[in-house]
């Protein structure tokens, strides 16, 4: 069963604006993860927040973690055409890696 | 460096065929793991191999068979496939040391069809 739900399913925004995508869990974590997916591609790692953290960034993005309410949320400010991908949260329970993904958001910019 | 790499990257096979996915990282990770994507959906473990020697269950292992050959291999064997086994396959590898974490690096998939 998939441990993290996105929310949105599908986001449509135009270029410059920015762009939120919400990631809710089941279970208590060790850490939480973001990794984009092109089309047709892998996924790359964007941004990995700890258990203790509560927020971090990385360029134009930023993660919060609420583990009371077993929720994380990425926002990518400033958005760009080349932004467009489907967006995974993943969480690891146990820090053994063995991540449990959510169902994913897929992200629309338009120039 | 390649990082990850899989072969083939499109299968098809009729159903009670076998095969195997390979797998291999150059960037000497301890972990190795197999997921499968289906439509709509995230990423589901099927496998993992902690280190050289060792390999364990994921959230969906029925029907295949995982053999971390060597540090840099790691194949995935279906043995009689099974339509409800079409996905997308990705393997991924990650360095893994205790109390440390590490992203997971994620090769190009091998989408495979069984009818």
């Known amino acids: 069963s998939q441990q993290g739900e996105e929310d949105p399913q599908a986001l449509s925004i135009q270029e410059g604006e920015n762009a939120t995508m919400n990631c809710s869990y089941k279970?208590?974590?060790?850490?939480l993860q973001w990794y984009r997916q092109n089309s047709g591609r892998g996924l790359v790692h964007l941004i990995l927040?700890?258990?203790?953290?509560r927020e971090k960034h990385s360029g134009r993005l930023r993660v919060t973690l609420d583990t009371s309410k077993k929720s994380s949320s990425l926002l990518i400010t400033a958005s760009r055409a080349a932004d467009t991908a489907s967006y995974f949260c993943?969480?690891?329970?146990?820090?053994?890696?063995?991540?449990?993904f959510g169902t994913g958001t897929r992200l629309l910019v338009s120039p | 460096n390649a990082g990850v790499t899989q072969t083939p990257k499109f299968q098809v096979l009729k159903t009670g065929q076998s095969m195997t996915l390979q797998c291999a990282q150059d960037?000497?990770?301890?972990?190795m793991y197999w997921y499968r994507q289906d439509p709509g959906m995230g990423l589901r473990l099927i496998y993992y191999?902690?280190?050289?020697?060792?390999?364990d269950k994921g959230e969906v292992p029925n029907g295949y068979n995982v053999s971390r050959l060597n540090k840099r291999e790691f194949s995935l064997r279906l043995e009689s496939a099974a339509p409800s086994q079409t996905s997308v396959y990705f393997c991924?590898?990650?360095?893994?040391?205790?109390?440390?974490?590490?992203?997971?690096?994620f090769g190009p998939g091998t989408r495979l069809t069984v009818t």
């Open positions: 991924a590898s990650n360095p893994l040391r205790t109390g440390q974490f590490y992203e997971q690096y």
């Open positions: 993943a969480t690891d329970a146990r820090g053994f890696q063995k991540l449990v």
């Open positions: 927040i700890r258990s203790n953290e």
């Open positions: 191999s902690a280190s050289e020697g060792t390999t």
């Open positions: 960037m000497n990770h301890n972990s």
């Open positions: 279970t208590s974590i060790n850490n």
